[in-house]
Nanobody, 126 residues
Framework: QVQLVESGGGSVQAGGSLRLSCTAS???????MGWFRQAPGKEREGVAS????????YYADSVKGRFTISQDNAKNTVYLQMNSLKPEDTALYYC????????????????????WGQGTQVTVSS
């Protein structure tokens, strides 16, 4: 019902910037869209999320002030602008969506989301 495709990953030097894109297709309304990341040997963690209806945004403490999530409804696309990148930001980044209209969810919790993209690699070198 929902397909998600990420793009924009790559390798950058510390202090650099990247913008990730996630384009959604399908017929199901997406109430929440989020970005998660997973480094080798670590659990997948929430980075940023947006409540699509009102545009409310949520961020992990580790990225506040550096990352910005936004949406372009006309293009069915969610972005993650990443500035001032650090080596510890290195991970596989996943786009996620919650399909359908429902009750309030915890924005950065994995269990909130029921659709996932394939991931895009971000590598930050020192």
């Amino acid at each position: 019902q929902v397909q998600l495709v990420e793009s924009g990953g790559g390798s950058v030097q510390a202090g650099g910037s990247l913008r990730l894109s996630c384009t959604a297709s399908g017929t199901t309304y997406r109430s929440y869209m989020g970005w998660f990341r997973q480094a080798p040997g670590k659990e997948r963690e929430g980075v940023a999320s947006i409540y699509t209806g009102a545009g409310h945004t949520y961020y992990a403490d580790s990225v506040k002030g550096r990352f910005t999530i936004s949406q372009d409804n006309a293009k069915n696309t969610v972005y993650l602008q990443m500035n001032s990148l650090k080596p510890e930001d290195t991970a596989l980044y996943y786009c996620a969506a919650r399909g359908g209209i429902g009750v309030s969810f915890t924005p950065l919790l994995r269990e909130t989301y029921n659709y996932w993209g394939q991931g895009t690699q971000v590598t930050v070198s020192s």
